[in-house]
Structure formats: C-alpha cells, structure tokens
C-alpha cells in the first residue's frame, strides 16, 4: 500500500538525530482528516472518534463525522472537525 510520508521520508536527507516515527495528521479545513500510523479505534461517534496513537490517544471531535477510511495504518474521517488533540 502506498504511504505518502514514507515516500517523503525516503526522499529527503535525515539529518543526524533527527528521527521519523510515530505518526502524522493532516487536517483539511476542517472537513477531512487524514492518519497515517495510528494504532487502532477507541470510540466511534458522530461527535467523537478516538484512536490510539505512539504516546497516547488522540480525541477528534465536531459533528456530522464518519470514518470514511480505515485500514491497518490510516484513518480517514470526514464531517465538521472542531478539534483534534493528543491525551
């Protein structure tokens, strides 16, 4: 399966010391949020959708969301996203 921060990873001189693990998050004004490296779902709700990730949890919430993608590295959830924060 194609990874887009692995092929940025792979792409760009790694600085010494400079480590790339754990995971990424892209928020698209607010409607899409794209996760790459997440390790599984929590809670699944309208207004919450919760996942863990290295070094905790992260909390998405707004309203009218889905889960929109979900595979073995990434989620895609779709909807009115007001905050997204690491616990």
């Known amino acids: 399966m194609f990874n ?14 400079l480590e790339f693990t754990g995971f990424n998050i892209i928020n698209l004004s607010g409607h899409l949020l794209y996760v790459e490296g997440h390790l599984g779902l929590i809670n ?10 290295k070094g ?8 009218e969301m889905l889960l929109s993608e979900l595979s073995e590295n990434t989620i895609k959830i779709c ?9």
Do not use: A, D, T
């Open 56 to 63: 905790g949890v992260v909390l998405v919430q707004g309203s």
């Open 44 to 53: 699944l709700s309208k207004e919450m959708i919760s996942f863990k990730v």
């Open 4 to 17: 887009f921060f692995n092929e940025i990873k792979e792409n760009i001189k790694n600085p010494k010391g």
């Open 79 to 87: 909807g009115i996203i007001k905050k997204v924060e690491q616990i």
